[in-house]
């Protein structure tokens, strides 16, 4: 059976708002070397407003210092996820990589995220992911258009502080990040741990990753030692 090349058959409907969800998380997976995961607890809308307010002001002020060319800011956004379906968009990412092109005219040989060739490949992995134990409950993530440790830095400064190597914000320093709302929402925030380019991390390792120091070129270096 052939089939419009703009609406090659899915495994999942892809007119369901899970469908979306489950591109969206592909493509953010696959773009993505750096998300942080958090569970959070109850939320209240101000503060999640609060948060990300309090998160854009301090990363903007990195920016400036890091005198980026692109800021990073702007693509650095604190947003909530569905844990099932991201969990489904992790196996196809990181396990689904067709190398063949794909065949109009068999159904079999479409390869893209929703297909049923990508869910085929991905099924026997369904379980061990090594993300998967963190994909329970109320998540969120932070992700990263690249790694820099100034810019995680900041985030785990104002997101979720572990001093004395990330210390929260002063009250003189920044009155807004200690308002009742923000503090609420810092408290309902756990950070999880993080997935580095393709690679899991827990709590102490993102911090870790946060305290590199000698900038991008540095940072580059030492990674590789660890994740080759």
Known sequence: MRYPPTQPPSHRPPE???SQLHRQYTSLLRSTPLILIFQHNNLKSSEWMALRRE??????QTDEQQALSTPLSPSIRLQIIRPSIFASALLVADYFHPSTPPNP???EA???ALSQTAHTA???HKYTHPLRPL???PLALLPFPTISPAHLSTALSILAPHPPAFPAPTRRANPGYHDPS???GVQKLMLLGARVEGRVFDGEGVRWVGGLEGGMKGMRGRLVGVLG
């Open 55 to 60: 998160l854009t002001s301090a990363l903007r």
């Open 135 to 137: 994909l329970h409950g």
């Open 110 to 112: 479409y390869t893209h």
């Open 16 to 18: 369901y708002r899970k």
């Open 122 to 124: 991905t099924r026997p």
């Open 105 to 107: 005219a068999e159904e």
């Open 182 to 184: 923000t503090q609420a």
